[in-house]
């Protein structure tokens, strides 16, 4: 039973060159954390939106509602839960126990100027009064003075009986979703002493708050719609509901109707002219699962993994009139020269050039749902879902475009690139054999019915594993494919590699070494455990260790010098959830679902981590008519000044001196300036071997 008691958000991303505490031998060197759209806030006078994605912001100009343009981006640490915006700062509940503060002044140049640590999972912010109030998960409200947005520092805090999941404050109260608890009004009259002094049992999961008059509209999850009367603050009533076809996840209010997010119904608007006798006035079924919005005028702004905009001006009729694509929850990823392909929902390209400053250049829409990828030349290879084989050119990373597609039986889930063949495997259907000797026309010329996740293809064999199956299938002629030899694999494999006489499994909690000498009677001779909880879904070999992608355990480095004695070497708890991996020239890239693209390195035993933690803020844009100047050469640096622009495919463009640089035959647009490091070797006492602080990125914006 609940009880009434209260116990005593241009370009910036985080590079980071520190270990995380949750690992070991493996340190995060940069991001591009984006992912479903899943919070947004507004900025109405200057007609912007603010939306959470994954772990980054979007920064859009909607100043044309069914034109969203996109002015910046920036990267967290953390996964955005909530946005807040007031007075040119953006207030962030980043998920992993912090809350930061975001400088927009400058829409095209955001920058985190303060964060408050926390002691649970930032779920729910508000701005009142010089104070942030934080809905703390299990640690209840905690109420955060930003009178110095610079140096935010916590003054009170509430507990709440279960979760507390959103906050509103309204004059000396602030009212709290709490989900199995209800809905919690706190005095905040002294915030250094918050007070509960009432409370409402709603009969689902209070999820979200918003307040209208005397009036606390509850988003309650499969109760619906809660309307309950907060005239006295310490004896709330309810005074009606609302059902939804689905399960209500947020609620704001805006003149007499309430506009309420429901996962299958969409935006559903309810006449409250009368609080009491709620009527439904109209709905507008979105593409996704509406989950946050926010209101402004004649159009709501709804998150559904991207942001639609629609149009409320007849509240019968709502239609949506404008949309913006977020990328969906990172997949699969295949790395080529300078770039990083990304199956998210759709195909997303970012440059990594400079992999402490991964920036996303391209995006291709597919029409299914991406989720495995592969590389071949200028060609990338999507598993599309329900929609098959997708091939897109990347000849031109920033314009990705589509160029040909073989639609298959079943869902095709991952693919990989051999020769001229592309090997797809497609769930419920099998392993599926594509000629791509012509890449705008390709061609299904075999397939077989073995029920599996993943695929490795070495010489005249494919590998492909499934439920407890580790199945070798002969296709040295793909138009007449068979199995050839069958090993028994614990748990559920997903991912496989193949690497001389042995094939490595990721499975459930496992990667298993399996000697494939003679390919017709596969053994295993090895295993070693992954993470507690691990779910073992890809698999990357290079130098003697395979990187496994291991779900909600992260990253799991094991060494297979031995093939026989596979041991743990490292790992990394990655935000997210790790799902694909691809390993090239010492850096690891980690498709982390929601939290987006994580780039990771590895240090062999006796090779120091760097201990200082230096996570800085990049990539603040300068804006160039002409002239690019750069300050002088430090007597201490090398004489040859080597400063590069690259463009924002990572194509160097140009040479740069000290001085006045001639930028007028460049065409508008983004550009790196990389800066030489002050010395290119250690100093005296410093250990060969360890990787030292990279390069400095500064961002242009070439203008005419």
């Given amino acids: 039973m609940r009880t009434p008691t209260c116990a005593f958000g241009l370009v910036v991303l985080l590079a980071g060159v520190a270990p995380a505490q949750d690992s070991l031998g493996v340190r995060t060197v940069g991001c591009w954390p984006f992912g479903p759209a899943s919070a947004v806030t507004l900025d109405t006078a200057r007609n912007l939106a603010f939306v959470g994605a994954g772990g980054g912001i979007f920064v859009l100009d909607v100043s044309v509602p069914a034109s969203p343009v996109k002015v910046s981006e920036m990267g967290t640490t953390g996964s955005v839960q909530d946005l807040c915006y007031a007075d040119e700062y953006l207030y962030v509940a980043d998920?992993?126990?912090?809350?930061?503060?975001?400088?927009?002044?400058?829409p095209e140049n955001p920058e985190e100027v303060g964060s408050c640590p926390l002691p649970a999972r930032a779920r729910g912010v508000a701005v009142s009064g010089g104070h942030a109030y934080v809905a703390d998960d299990t640690m209840g409200l905690r109420v955060i003075s930003v009178a110095d947005p610079a140096h935010p520092v916590e003054v009170g805090n509430c507990l709440t009986p279960d979760r507390a999941w959103c906050v509103v404050v309204r004059g000396d109260y602030a009212y709290i979703a709490g989900r199995s608890a209800g809905l919690r009004v706190i005095s905040v009259a002294d915030p250094a002493n918050p007070a509960e002094v009432g409370y409402f049992d709603t009969p689902g999961y209070a999820l979200r708050v918003a307040l209208s008059g005397d009036y606390a509209y509850v988003a309650d999850h499969m109760a619906g719609l809660r309307i309950i009367s907060v005239a006295d603050p310490a004896n709330p009533i309810e005074v009606a509901s609302c059902g939804t076809p689905g399960r209500v996840s947020d609620v704001a209010v805006g003149g007499e109707y309430a506009y309420v997010t429901d996962d299958v119904g969409g935006l559903r608007i309810f006449w409250v002219s009368d609080p009491t006798h709620p009527v439904e006035a109209g709905y507008c079924i979105l593409p996704g699962t509406a989950s946050r919005l926010a209101v402004s005028g004649v159009y709501a702004y709804v998150t559904d993994g991207s942001l639609r905009v629609v149009s409320v001006a007849d509240p019968a009729n709502p239609v949506e009139v404008g949309h913006f694509d977020a990328p969906g929850s990172a997949s699969g990823v295949a790395v080529r020269d300078s770039f990083a392909y990304v199956a998210g929902g759709d195909l997303w390209v970012v440059s990594i050039a400079d992999p402490a400053h991964a920036v996303g250049v391209g995006h291709c829409v597919t029409p299914g749902s991406a989720s495995g990828v592969a590389v071949g030349g200028d060609y990338v290879y999507v598993a599309d879902g329900d929609s098959g084989l997708r091939v897109v050119s990347a000849a031109d990373p920033a314009n990705p475009v589509e160029v040909g597609f073989c639609q298959l039986t079943g869902r095709a889930g991952s693919v990989v690139v051999s020769g001229q063949h592309a090997y797809v495997v497609a769930h419920f259907s099998g392993l599926h054999v594509v000629s791509i000797a012509d890449p705008e026309h390709p061609l299904e010329v075999g397939s077989l019915g073995v029920y599996?996740?993943?695929?490795?293809?070495?010489?005249?064999?494919?590998?492909a594993v499934g439920d407890n199956d580790f199945s070798v299938v002969r296709v040295a002629n793909p138009e007449s494919l068979y199995e050839v030899g069958y090993c028994f694999v614990p748990g559920t494999p997903r991912g496989v590699a193949v690497s001389g006489y042995y094939a490595y499994?990721?499975?459930?909690?496992?990667?298993?070494?399996?000697?494939?000498?003679?390919?017709?009677?596969?053994?295993?001779?090895?295993?070693?455990?992954?993470?507690?909880?691990?779910?073992?879904?890809?698999?990357?070999?290079?130098?003697?260790?395979?990187?496994?992608?291991?779900?909600?355990?992260?990253?799991?480095?094991?060494?297979?010098?031995?093939?026989?004695?596979?041991?743990?070497?490292?790992?990394?708890?990655?935000?997210?959830?790790?799902?694909?991996?691809?390993?090239?020239?010492?850096?690891?890239y980690v498709a982390d679902g929601s939290a987006g693209l994580r780039i990771c390195q590895f240090y062999e035993p006796g090779v120091e981590e760097i201990s200082n933690i230096d996570w800085r803020l990049?990539?603040?844009?300068?804006?160039?008519?002409?002239?690019?100047?750069?300050?002088?050469?430090?007597?201490?640096?090398?004489?040859?000044?080597?400063?590069?622009?690259?463009?924002?495919?990572?194509?160097?463009?140009?040479?740069?001196?000290?001085?006045?640089?001639?930028?007028?035959t460049l065409a508008p647009g983004v550009y790196f300036v990389i800066s030489p490091s002050p010395s290119s070797s250690p100093p005296e006492g410093e250990r060969v071997g360890v990787r030292r602080r990279p390069a400095s990125v500064t961002k242009v914006l070439v203008t005419r």
């Avoid at 998920?95 to 400058?106: A, E, F, K, Q, Y």
């Avoid at 599996?452 to 590998?463: K, N, T």
């Avoid at 990667?511 to 073992?536: C, F, K, N, Q, Y």
């Fill in 618 to 664: 990049a990539n603040r844009a300068t804006v160039v008519r002409g002239v690019l100047m750069l300050g002088a050469v430090d007597s201490r640096q090398h004489t040859a000044y080597r400063a590069e622009l690259l463009d924002a495919t990572g194509r160097k463009v140009a040479d740069l001196h000290p001085g006045a640089n001639d930028v007028r």
């Fill in 452 to 463: 599996a996740y993943g695929v490795a293809v070495d010489g005249d064999h494919a590998y």
């Fill in 95 to 106: 998920g992993v126990g912090r809350l930061r503060v975001i400088t927009v002044s400058d």
């Fill in 505 to 588: 499994v990721a499975s459930t909690s496992l990667l298993l070494v399996i000697r494939i000498a003679d390919p017709t009677r596969p053994l295993e001779v090895g295993r070693v455990s992954l993470g507690p909880g691990g779910e073992g879904n890809a698999v990357a070999l290079e130098g003697g260790y395979a990187y496994v992608a291991d779900g909600s355990a992260g990253l799991r480095v094991d060494s297979v010098l031995d093939p026989a004695r596979p041991v743990e070497a490292g790992y990394y708890n990655t935000p997210g959830s790790a799902v694909g991996v691809a390993v090239r020239g010492g850096y690891i």
